[in-house]
C-alpha cells in the first residue's frame, strides 16, 4: 500500500477572504510537525478551540475521538468520530458469516473491510462500571465515520478518578461472537501518554472541544 507524507501544511483563516470578488495570494507550506516521543510525522489541524492530531507514519488502527466538558453541568461529552485502517488482509483468518465484511482490492492486496462499532465504558477508580454505550455498526469501511455523541454525568472532583475505556468492535454473524479490533483509556487509567494528555486538554479546555487522534491497543 502507498503511504501518505505530509509535506507542508497551513492555516488559512476565511475572514481574510475578499467576498466581493476573486482574490489570489501565494501561501507558504509549514513542514509537518513530529510528536515528542514519536518518530513519524503528524498533521496537526486546528479550529476554534480543537485540536487534531493525526498520524501518518503508521497503518495501525486509530480512532479519531472528541471529548468536551463542561464543570457547571457535570457533563463530559464523548464524540466518536471516526477510525482509521480498520482492515484486515484476505491472509488474515476472516470474519464469520454472510453479512460481516466486504473484500476490497487496494494496491493489488485482497482486504476484508469489517462492519464495526465502537463502545464507550467510564469506569470508576475502582475499575467498576458506571455507565456504558455504544455507536451503530458502520458496514464494510475501512474508514468509517461514526460523527456520534455520548454524554456521562461526571462531578469535578470525580475527573481525576475515572477513566473512559473506547473500544472498537467488529461485527460478525449473528451466531458467532463478537471480535474485539483494538481499544485504548483515558483519564485515570490512561494507556498512553497521548492519552493522559488528551484528558488533560479537555479539562483546561474551558468547556471546548478537543480532538486527537489515539492509535488502538491490540485486544
Known amino acids: 500500500m502507498k503511504k501518505e507524507k505530509v509535506l507542508g501544511e497551513k492555516v488559512f483563516y476565511l475572514t481574510k477572504l475578499n467576498l466581493q470578488g476573486k482574490m489570489a495570494l501565494p501561501v507558504t507550506l509549514e513542514p ?56 484486515n488482509t484476505a491472509s488474515d483468518k476472516p470474519p464469520s458469516g454472510l453479512f460481516c465484511c466486504m473484500k476490497q482490492f487496494i494496491g493489488g492486496q485482497l482486504y476484508i473491510m ?72 483515558l483519564g485515570l487509567n490512561s494507556t498512553g501518554e497521548e492519552q493522559q494528555a488528551h484528558w488533560t486538554q479537555m479539562k483546561e479546555a474551558g468547556g471546548q472541544q478537543v480532538c486527537n487522534w489515539h492509535a488502538l491497543l491490540e485486544s
Open 32 to 87: 509537518g510537525t513530529a510528536l515528542m516521543g514519536c518518530g513519524s510525522l503528524v498533521s496537526v489541524s486546528r479550529s476554534a478551540g480543537a485540536l487534531s492530531y493525526r498520524s501518518t507514519g503508521d497503518s495501525s488502527p486509530e480512532i479519531l475521538l472528541g471529548l468536551i466538558y463542561n464543570a457547571t453541568t457535570g457533563r463530559l461529552s464523548a464524540e466518536v468520530i471516526q477510525g482509521s485502517h480498520f482492515k
Open 114 to 185: 469489517r462492519d464495526t462499532y465502537v463502545k464507550l465504558t467510564m469506569l470508576d477508580s475502582k475499575g467498576k462500571e458506571m455507565s456504558k454505550c455504544k455507536t451503530s455498526v458502520c458496514r464494510g469501511q475501512p474508514n468509517p465515520t461514526y460523527k456520534e455523541t455520548f454524554v456521562f454525568q461526571v462531578a469535578l472532583f470525580q475527573l481525576s478518578e475515572v477513566s473512559l475505556v473506547v473500544s472498537v468492535y467488529s461485527r460478525r454473524s449473528s451466531m458467532k461472537a463478537r471480535e474485539r479490533v483494538g481499544w485504548v483509556s
